[in-house]
């Protein structure tokens, strides 16, 4: 019961803080030095309640020509599209880095040394560095071969899947890789792999069954800065490619309408405080079940 309760408060407040923040825009102006607009803002909150009491009557200007459209068309419309290209990005990410991290950690010393150099050297690319890298690589090989093999740019309604989630799903790759590694390298050192040894378990054996299925539950701790992290670089990958996504149209509201600002963030919030709330009860279920080691 106690759990329900905290968790319901720590949602209501973070609402609360959202609801709050829609109309920040409204709350400092700057004349001939930065000033708090104090009035202005408390106006603006009581529109957007109001607004909010009819959602129907919300209208953000979006696409080409700049036209007003419903906050319903435009969310329904873009919302989907974009988190596909984050869920299929995540879901690429965590398959690669478990793939990858289970094949570097059977490399021959030397060979493991160097690949942690590489990994280290890719996490200091930024994401712009690596969509402009990859836009401009599909460009020199069109140019070489005459094929275009993926969209690079999206023109109007036009939608590309391929290069975003590639480009998006990237840089969490070495995230997660990094994490994975060291986390393996934890627990390696730990008695229980010596016992499964003894046993007559296989190296690559103990690896995969035992050592992976305690490195799930530190992955789990990671996943709300990978979430956010991801998040951010969704805006950066939909401005890249021209993509009219989600995250442009959060944007864009952030300035035109505090009622919209605020139901978009609500899009967002809502449904992955409900994904990590169960996903902490679920976790904290099985570990209280003694589960964590063989």
Request: hydrophobic residues 55%; contains cysteine.
């Amino acid at each position: 019961m106690r759990r329900i309760a905290n968790t319901s408060f720590h949602f209501l407040t973070v609402v609360l803080g959202l609801f709050l923040l829609s109309g920040i825009n409204s709350l400092l102006n700057y004349d001939t030095e930065l000033v708090l607009t104090i009035g202005i803002y408390a106006e603006q909150m009581k529109q957007t309640i109001m607004d909010l009491a009819n959602v129907s009557s919300i209208y953000i200007y979006w696409g080409e020509g700049d036209k007003q459209y419903p906050i319903t068309t435009v969310f329904s419309s873009t919302y989907g599209y974009s988190f596909t290209i984050i869920f299929a990005a995540f879901i690429a990410a965590v398959s690669a880095s478990v793939l990858l991290s289970y094949s570097i950690m059977l490399m021959p010393r030397r060979l493991y040394r160097f690949t942690l150099k590489v990994i280290n050297t890719l996490d200091a690319f930024p994401d712009v560095f690596i969509v402009v890298a990859f836009q401009l690589f599909i460009i020199w090989l069109f140019k070489k071969t005459g094929v275009l093999m993926f969209n690079i740019y999206a023109f109007g309604d036009e939608r590309t899947y391929f290069l975003p989630i590639l480009c998006l799903s990237i840089l969490p790759i070495v995230f997660l890789l990094k994490q994975f590694l060291f986390q393996l390298k934890e627990e390696e050192s730990k008695p229980y792999v010596e016992f499964s040894f003894a046993k007559g378990f296989k190296r690559p054996y103990t690896l995969w069954v035992h050592l992976f299925r305690n490195v799930w539950v530190h992955f789990f701790f990671h996943l709300k800065p990978i979430f956010l992290f991801m998040l951010s670089n969704l805006l950066v990958i939909e401005v890249l490619f021209n993509i009219n996504g989600f995250m442009t149209a959060l944007l864009r509201t952030a300035t035109t309408s505090s009622a919209a600002f605020f139901i978009g963030m609500l899009l967002v919030f809502v449904p992955f405080f409900i994904v990590f709330s169960t996903g902490s009860y679920l976790l904290g279920k099985w570990l209280n079940g003694g589960e964590q080691h063989v």
